[in-house]
């Protein structure tokens, strides 16, 4: 048995300061349970209340993207930039180095190809699993508008039942096809739908007006997507904008890999999301890393 302690009259109680209930950082998650908080706090930077995700999840539906066809080699070194990776189970566990500090958001649904409809997906992976491979959030593609709109959205209410039973986050990501329009109106209702249905957070586009409703109008945070390859300042700018206009972070997979210096262009983002960069000054900064990259590259290449 342990001896008994002693010392009762030299013990410090602090009584003259009060016990402190600190609030957590992220927009609309003070009523979550403490699993989903700590496991939020790590995909979103607590300092700066931002995240950079990188998506590297396209195989799921399109196979060996531009960029992704060597995950190991061409991602990879990615790696230790972002605060959270975005990706499927397959290629966690098979190309991510199980070192990794990462904080890792799994693609959850799925289904078809893009020879099919891809509205048609399902749930794709089993909650153990996901907590097998400390994951510390799922990621549903919901269709809002879409031909399986209501199938989608039954696959993220599932979900998120499974979450909150487990104490694993639930990522909506607002999927757009080739016949809807990226404005706000639509954007404002996609995100609100995922977001009161339980999602703790939400992946979007952004769009160039009224960016502004669509992060007001949705109560857990926003992670803007990155969308279609752009030119690395139009990215960037892309970013700021998202950012100032209340976005809680980006999740940027192709407007990164697809860079020509993806090194250098997944630091500049991290410097405009987590530290307000100017975009022109990250493009500077791009460019530097880029030009030293070279420099270091070995003679042949």
């Given at each position: 048995m342990p001896e008994a302690d002693s010392n009762t009259e030299q013990k410090e109680f602090y009584l003259d300061i009060p016990a402190k209930n600190q609030a957590f950082f992220l927009k609309g998650s003070g009523a979550l349970d403490w699993g989903i908080q700590n496991r939020l706090s790590r995909i979103f930077n607590p300092r700066s209340g931002k995240t950079v995700m990188l998506a590297i999840d396209h195989g799921y539906f399109q196979g060996p993207t531009t960029g992704l066809e060597r995950v190991d080699v061409s991602i990879v070194p990615l790696v230790p930039y972002a605060d959270a990776l975005m990706l499927t189970r397959g290629i966690l566990r098979s190309s991510i180095p199980s070192a990794s500090r990462n904080a890792v958001v799994l693609r959850a649904s799925g289904g078809p190809s893009i020879l099919k409809e891809l509205s048609n997906e399902q749930i794709a992976m089993d909650m153990e699993d996901a907590v097998r491979l400390n994951a510390c959030a799922v990621a549903v593609q919901v269709f809002v508008g879409g031909e399986f709109e209501t199938q989608s959205i039954h696959n993220l209410t599932r979900l998120v039942d499974m979450g909150n039973r487990y104490g694993v986050a639930v990522l909506g990501v607002t999927a757009v096809g080739k016949s809807m329009?990226?404005?706000?109106?639509y954007l404002r209702l996609a995100?609100?739908?995922?977001?009161?249905?339980?999602?703790?957070?939400?992946?979007?586009?952004?769009?160039?007006?009224?960016?502004?409703?669509?992060?007001?109008?949705?109560?857990?945070?926003?992670?803007?997507?990155g969308g279609k390859k752009l030119p690395e300042l139009d990215a960037l700018k892309m970013a700021a904008s998202a950012v100032q206009e209340g976005a809680s972070g980006v999740d940027m997979g192709r407007n990164i890999f697809q860079s020509d210096a993806p090194v250098a262009m997944i630091q500049a983002?991290?410097?405009?999301?987590?530290e307000g960069m100017r975009p022109e000054h990250a493009f500077d900064l791009y460019q530097t890393l880029k030009n030293e990259m070279k420099v270091e590259a070995p003679v042949g290449r």
């Open positions: 329009t990226r404005d706000a109106k995100v609100r739908i995922c977001a009161e249905l339980g999602a703790h957070f939400v992946k979007t586009y952004y769009c160039p007006e009224g960016f502004g409703t669509v992060t007001a109008s949705c109560p857990v945070p926003l992670v803007m997507a983002v991290g410097k405009v999301v987590h």
